[in-house]
């Protein structure tokens, strides 16, 4: 690699994933090329991408970002995945994958541009997603009204209630 293509490399790095809000650091000694190859299309599936980095290059490139927090991780064979949007899907599929394929190992995470333990993603991989999370509290909003209305309408349903009752009381004793 030359100075042009690692300048070039360079500037990409620090034009994508240093201005990433979430990342993980991945080792992914090990792993084959098929898995590698899954691994990326799920990312993908997600929204979310997957880079193998140079140490070095990545290092300088994430110089005064918020991901220089994780500078101390960027060591051995390491892989880059990134979110701009959904870190919870980008979590479970990383440990979904985890799961099947022990070689591939979280050394450490950023969510919203604070470092985090790599043991966090459990934790975040078990939440609900963020659609899962807004139609409950859609649900809880809509609760008390739906039941103040249900309430007003007790007296109303009770006196239809009464009337049909009393309709069928006359019609039969008639």
Do not use: C, W
């Amino acid at each position: 690699m030359n100075r042009d293509e690692k300048t070039a490399m360079i500037q990409e790095l620090s034009d994508t994933v240093a201005k990433a809000p979430h990342a993980f650091l991945i080792d992914y000694t090990g792993i084959t090329v098929p898995a590698v190859t899954d691994l990326r299309r799920q990312i993908r599936g997600t929204k979310s991408e997957y880079l193998v980095v140079k140490n070095t290059l990545a290092l300088r490139a994430i110089k005064g970002k918020p991901i220089e927090a994780l500078a101390e991780h960027f060591t051995g064979m390491t892989a880059i995945a990134y979110s701009q949007t959904d870190v919870v899907a980008l979590a479970k599929v990383i440990h979904t994958f985890g799961k099947t394929n022990p070689h591939v190992k979280v050394k450490a995470a950023l969510l919203d541009g604070k470092a985090v333990p790599a043991s966090s993603l459990e934790a975040l991989a078990t939440m609900p997603s963020r659609s899962e999370l807004i139609a409950r509290l859609l649900g809880l909003m809509q609760s008390p009204v739906r039941r103040l209305v249900t309430v007003l309408s007790a007296p109303h349903r009770n006196v239809a209630a009464t009337l049909a009752a009393i309709t069928r009381q006359k019609e039969q004793t008639a």
